[in-house]
């Protein structure tokens, strides 16, 4: 419940997510014995959300967030630079992740910029995934991974373009109008981090979770929660005027912002003064 709370007053626009991540967690945190760790792989375009949801879900888990010592966020352009460290960057990897299972059974591991990860670093992990009751002495069944990547928004903001296209609604848009189309592009796609890997192919992704392009009305949304976090009354004026600002996509028709509400916090900064 306090999850759904969480999702309905903070997430914006992403009903497919809200849904699918509702229901994944739900069914595995009811799960006194679940028989392999959840893997969440979250796709879309910058500002949508992705590092928004993952967070949420991992305060829901350690209240502390981000800031738990059971919490623990990877990015791969800071923690896996070099294309030629990949063997050392495996073995880091898993040393850390066994050490910090051992510590905390329903630890949290999120890696962002997984477009960004060099192929084969995440394969590392691959054995903590799969369906052991243990790995070497250790049981990794409660912990939860969340992949966070760009690599796919292509894939999703057709979809949703087509059917704002063809008059339909964005809320009629299902997990199985996408699901198929990332896995298969996600897999296929060479700055993907998941490129022909085998988490992928022994299926031991619970869902690949797609988050739409935001348009306006979600923008404005954002603005208003920003508004009201900061303590200040809502003006629509400045709402309209923050959301104007933003640049919106296909040229012609100009439905859904470019970077989502990535940068309305700082349109926002300006608009106090």
């Not at 059974?105 to 962002?112: G, R």
């Not at 997984?114 to 990794?140: N, R, T």
């Not at 057709?158 to 008059?167: L, Q, V, Y």
């Not at 996600?186 to 490129?195: C, E, I, Q, Y």
Request: include cysteine.
């Amino acid at each position: 419940a306090a999850l759904k709370a969480q999702l309905d007053n903070r997430l914006f626009g992403q009903h497919l997510a809200k849904d699918v991540v509702l229901k994944a967690v739900l069914g595995f945190s009811n799960n006194p014995s679940p028989k392999k760790p959840l893997m969440l792989s979250l796709h879309g375009w910058a500002g949508t959300g992705k590092n928004f949801l993952s967070q949420i879900l991992a305060e829901q888990v350690h209240p502390a967030g981000l800031r738990s010592k059971f919490v623990h966020l990877f990015l791969a352009t800071l923690h896996f630079p070099h294309h030629d460290q990949v063997k050392l960057y495996k073995e880091q990897l898993q040393n850390w992740i066994r050490g910090n299972v051992s510590a905390c059974p329903s630890s949290v591991f999120i890696f962002d910029e997984m477009d960004k990860m060099h192929p084969g670093v995440i394969d590392a992990i691959k054995p903590f995934l799969d369906y052991y009751e243990e790995v070497d002495g250790v049981s990794y069944r409660k912990a939860i991974f969340i992949f966070l990547s760009n690599a796919g928004g292509d894939l999703i903001n057709k979809a949703a373009f087509d059917f704002w296209s063809s008059g339909r609604r964005r809320e009629d848009i299902q997990l199985k109008d996408l699901e198929p189309l990332l896995s298969v592009g996600v897999f296929n796609n060479k700055n993907s981090g998941l490129w022909h890997s085998s988490i992928i192919d022994r299926n031991l992704i619970d869902y690949f979770v797609p988050f739409l392009p935001l348009e306006q009305r979600h923008v404005k949304m954002c603005v208003r929660a920003e508004m009201t976090a900061r303590g200040y009354a809502v003006d629509e004026k400045i709402v309209q005027a923050v959301a104007d600002e933003m640049t919106y996509f296909p040229k012609e028709q100009k439905i859904f912002s470019d970077k989502g509400c990535k940068t309305v916090q700082a349109k926002l900064d300006i608009h106090e003064d």
